[in-house]
Every structure is written in C-alpha cells, then in structure tokens.
C-alpha cells in the first residue's frame, strides 16, 4: 500500500489539473489538422484508430471505472487495456470523423468537469490501474502520458509536431509514475528525465516519492538524457535505446543509481507498445540496464 507522500497528488489539483487539461486541449487542436485515414506511426493503426481507443464511448468510460474503483476501494482492479483496446476499436471502426471527435471532446470535458467539481475527496484516494493502486490524481496525470505519445504516433497523419508542455506534461506522468512504483516496492533513489526544454525528477523513500521540475540546467545524480520527444518514444518502445545510446541521442548519468530502479522492471510485466502507464513504468530502470551493459559500469 502506497502511503506518506504521493508524488504529484501532493501538488493537489491547482497543479495536476491545468496540465491534464491542457494536454486535451493541445490534443484536440492537433487532431483538427489530422487526417484519420492515414496510416499512423503503429503499424496497422490509422490516425482513426489512435482516436477512437482514447476517446469515451458509451461501451467504455475511463474515468468513470477509475472513480468508481476509487469509491469502492476495488485495489485490485487491473483492467486488460489491451483487450479493451481492441474491442473499443473494433466496435468503431466505421465511426464517422465527427462521432470520433466528439468521443475525445466528451473524455476532455468529463474529466475536466471532474477536476473543476468542489469535491476533492477522491482526488488521493487510490485506485486500482495497470501498475496496481495509484492515487486518483496520478492516474489523472496518466493521461497527459498517452496523449503525448500518441500525438507523436499521429503526426505521419498530418498533426504537425506537438508543444513543449504537452511533452513536458508527459514527462511528469512518467516520472509520477515510476517513483510511484519505485516507493511501493521499497526501492529508494533519485533519479530525471531531462531533455533541453526541461524536465522531472522524482524521489522514493520510505516516505513515498515526490516528483520536482526542472529547469534547463543539468540535473544532479541519476538521469536520463534526450530530447523530450525521444524520451517519450523510448519510454513507450517507439525507438530502440541501444541504437539511441550508439548514435548519441541518448546519455545516462549515474548508472548505479539507475539500476536501483531494476526490480521495477520485473514488477510490471510487459512489452512495448503495450498500455501507457504499463510501458511507462520500466523506462528509466530499462534504459539504466542499456546504459550499464554498453558502458560497462
């Protein structure tokens, strides 16, 4: 059981929820240069198909199974994303651009009129997702992640290339996240993701995990390094981190702290390309691994 600090829910919703709805906000404006037939950066999906899954439909809410879980204190739920995936896409894959539209408006707005609502009650109870029990807030959060990365996933359709702040809003979800997880098991460090443009921090202790931003400066200890974007796609398995490492679009400093993160990675099975939040969660143990095995220690 998570406990003490919680990350970015301790920054409370004057923090979280300007981010989560500005990372709908940002992506509906790039789905309105999009065009949903193209083919997509994830084989076999078009631009529809990347929509569709992430939208709320009658058949799936998102938001509602992650309060209910919440309310009735259901830690245990682990939704199958990837079969949930599968039936929401299938179930709508003649929907027509503006069905498609209006399914990521009604996600925004739902999710938006819940971070507005004068009830905060659920906002650090926990909640059962992919990686097991998260504060509501975090899972909230989540979502800037999946949004992000599928921007990027969308611009061969004519999205054009996402803002700094969605990008940087992804990077909070991920390194929420992880240090999430790193204080559920008991795994204590500090360790960022940095890119040009800025980046996050988190640290777990027997306390929990506190996540801090940061500046452009050269963070201290453990971090990994690349642009923004690249650190997104390397996270979701978008881009192999051996070749990024090779050609230099990747550094990693502070191995050994790294690789404290390793039990993570056995933790939360998976592979890329899987659920966000799932994928999210071995990233920077994973590119620790990488790190260590090229450089040798």
Same mark, same amino acid.
């Given at each position: ?78 939704? @199958? ?23 990521? /408006?009604?996600? &925004? ?13 659920? @906002? ?9 029990? *998260? ?19 969308? /611009? ?33 460090? &500090? ?46 398995? /978008? ?7 090779? &050609? ?6 502070? *191995? ?25 969660? /071995? ?15």
């Amino acid at each position: 059981m998570i406990g003490g600090m919680q990350g970015m829910t301790d920054a409370g919703r004057e923090v979280v929820a300007p981010m989560v709805v500005g990372a709908w906000d940002t992506f509906l404006d790039l789905v309105e240069q999009t065009d949903l037939d193209a083919p997509s950066r994830l084989p076999g999906w078009r631009g529809h198909e990347v929509c569709v899954h992430i939208g709320s439909w009658p058949e799936h809410d998102a938001l509602a199974g992650v309060l209910a879980s919440a309310r009735e204190g259901r830690l245990d739920r682990r939704p @199958d994303s990837d079969a949930i995936n599968a039936r929401v896409v299938a179930a709508h894959r003649d929907a027509s651009r503006t069905e498609v539209v209006a399914a990521l /408006r009604r996600a &925004r707005d739902d999710t938006a009129a819940y971070l507005s609502s004068p009830d905060r009650s659920l @906002d650090a109870a926990l909640c059962g997702s992919v990686v097991g029990p *998260l504060p509501v807030l975090s899972v909230l959060l989540g979502s800037t992640y999946e949004l992000a990365v599928h921007a990027l996933d969308l /611009r061969p359709c004519g999205a054009g290339e996402p803002p700094d702040e969605l990008l940087l809003a992804g990077l909070a979800a991920l390194a929420d996240v992880t240090g999430a997880l790193a204080a559920r098991m008991d795994v204590h460090g &500090r360790a960022a993701l940095h890119a040009p443009i800025g980046g996050w921090a988190f640290e777990a202790d027997a306390h929990g995990w506190s996540v801090e931003r940061l500046g452009r400066e050269q963070p201290r200890g453990a971090a990994v390094e690349a642009d923004a974007a690249s650190l997104l796609d390397l996270s979701a398995g /978008r881009i192999n981190p051996v070749t990024a490492l090779t &050609r230099g679009h990747l550094r990693v400093h502070d *191995l050994r702290g790294l690789l404290r993160l390793a039990p993570i990675v056995e933790s939360v099975p998976g592979l890329p390309g899987g659920p966000a939040l799932r994928v999210a969660a /071995r990233t920077l143990s994973g590119l620790a691994r990488v790190g260590w095995t090229r450089r040798g220690g």
